[in-house]
Structures are given as structure tokens and as C-alpha cells.
T-cell receptor, first 111, second 113 residues
Framework: DAGITQSPRHKVTETGTPVTLRCHQTENHRYMYWYRQDPGHGLRLIHYSYGVKDTDKGEVSDGYSVSRSKTEDFLLTLESATSSQTSVYFC??????????FGPGTRLTVL | AQSVSQHNHHVILSEAASLELGCNYSYGGTVNLFWYVQYPGQHLQLLLKYFSGDPLVKGIKGFEAEFIKSKFSFNLRKPSVQWSDTAEYFCAVGREYGNKLVFGAGTILRVKS
């Protein structure tokens, strides 16, 4: 158990609506990550954070924004959800040495 | 383009058969290598990892992997699979001091009892 919770675990929304996913960790790790998982693509990095208010883009960041106002929470926001953002979203933390551990995931469906 | 390739998308085996899942990557320089497993309906769990040293790495649940630098490969093996090994397996390459993991597309393993 990596001490990561994600909320909500399931969400159905409509195209054009804003959506925020939350990742919460209990172990005070500096690095946190958001990935999306799609069949045939494995997991792809959306954004990551290396500290409070410090974030950077990943491979598939278009249409997503993130915020980290405190160490334990990393938020992923879809400003205007599209059907192509239907996916399973995983949060991860990095423990030394350089190993990432994943949360339970959020299944998002955009109709 | 730099990438991580997993050779088979679907593998079906009978219980007690041997398993080998291929993984090749195209990054130069120093990399960290990982295999993760995702059981149906669950999140990813770390099976094993390689950073340096002995290229034969042992992980949990009887899995092992061999790093062959000259072939840019990190293949996963298990001598005798069980029905409970049914899952999706992901190879991942860590770069930039672990800041970024790049995943292969995954291999779905089904073990017939």
C-alpha cells in the first residue's frame, strides 16, 4: 500500500464540463505524478510535481492542468472535458530510490 | 522516436507453462528499468526493478528479469505460471533520475487452469 487515495473513483460527466480529480498521499513525498491509461498505450504521463507549487508537463498534457498547494494533495483538472479524455487516471508518488508507486485509479467517462 | 516496446499484446498459457515477456527500449544512456503488474480491476503494483549491478533481477511472486544492455532489453520470466498470474504486465523505463517513466503498451497474460 503506497498510502495514496484518489477521488472520485468513478465519474461520468458531459462534454464541456470541468472536472477535478484529487490525489492524496499520507507519506509526505516530494514527487507526485498523474498518468492516464488507455488500451494499447500503457500509461502516459500527463503532469508531475516536484514540490508545492512546482509542476511540469508530461507527454500528454494538452487539455489538462494541475495544482499542488500542499504536499499531500495533487489535483488534476480538465477545464472542459472532451470524449477523448475518457480514460483511467492514475496518481503516483516517488519513493527513493527513484521508484514510483501507484494509487487505485479514477475511471472517468466523458459523454 | 524513443520508445518502449513490448513484443506481445496478448499471451495465453496453461498453468505450469514457462513465461517470457519481451521488452525493448530505445533510449541511450543510463536508465532504470521496471516491470509492473495490474491484476483485473486493480492498480499497478511493482514486480521488480533494475538500477545497476547484477543484470538478473528477482522480484516478487517468483518473477525475474534479465537486463541485456547490448540488446536494450529487459525481459520478464517465470518458470511456471499459475492461474493467479492472469494480469496485464507493463515494462517501464525511468529517465531523468526517475522523474519520468515511459511505459510499454502492456501485455495481457491469461493463464488457463
Amino acid at each position: 500500500d503506497a498510502g495514496i487515495t484518489q477521488s472520485p473513483r468513478h465519474k461520468v460527466t458531459e462534454t464541456g464540463t470541468p472536472v477535478t480529480l484529487r490525489c492524496h498521499q499520507t507519506e509526505n513525498h516530494r514527487y507526485m505524478y498523474w498518468y492516464r491509461q488507455d488500451p494499447g498505450h500503457g500509461l502516459r504521463l500527463i503532469h508531475y510535481s516536484y514540490g508545492v507549487k512546482d509542476t511540469d508537463k508530461g507527454e500528454v498534457s494538452d487539455g489538462y492542468s494541475v495544482s499542488r498547494s500542499k504536499t499531500e494533495d495533487f489535483l488534476l483538472t480538465l477545464e472542459s472535458a472532451t470524449s477523448s479524455q475518457t480514460s483511467v487516471y492514475f496518481c503516483a508518488i516517488r519513493r527513493d530510490p527513484d521508484t514510483q508507486y501507484f494509487g487505485p485509479g479514477t475511471r472517468l467517462t466523458v459523454l | 522516436a524513443q520508445s518502449v516496446s513490448q513484443h506481445n499484446h496478448h499471451v495465453i498459457l496453461s498453468e505450469a507453462a514457462s513465461l517470457e515477456l519481451g521488452c525493448n527500449y530505445s533510449y541511450g544512456g543510463t536508465v532504470n528499468l521496471f516491470w509492473y503488474v495490474q491484476y483485473p480491476g486493480q492498480h499497478l503494483q511493482l514486480l521488480l526493478k533494475y538500477f545497476s549491478g547484477d543484470p538478473l533481477v528477482k522480484g516478487i511472486k517468483g518473477f525475474e528479469a534479465e537486463f541485456i544492455k547490448s540488446k536494450f532489453s529487459f525481459n520478464l520470466r517465470k518458470p511456471s505460471v499459475q492461474w493467479s498470474d492472469t494480469a496485464e504486465y507493463f515494462c517501464a523505463v525511468g529517465r531523468e533520475y526517475g522523474n519520468k517513466l515511459v511505459f510499454g503498451a502492456g501485455t495481457i497474460l491469461r493463464v488457463k487452469s
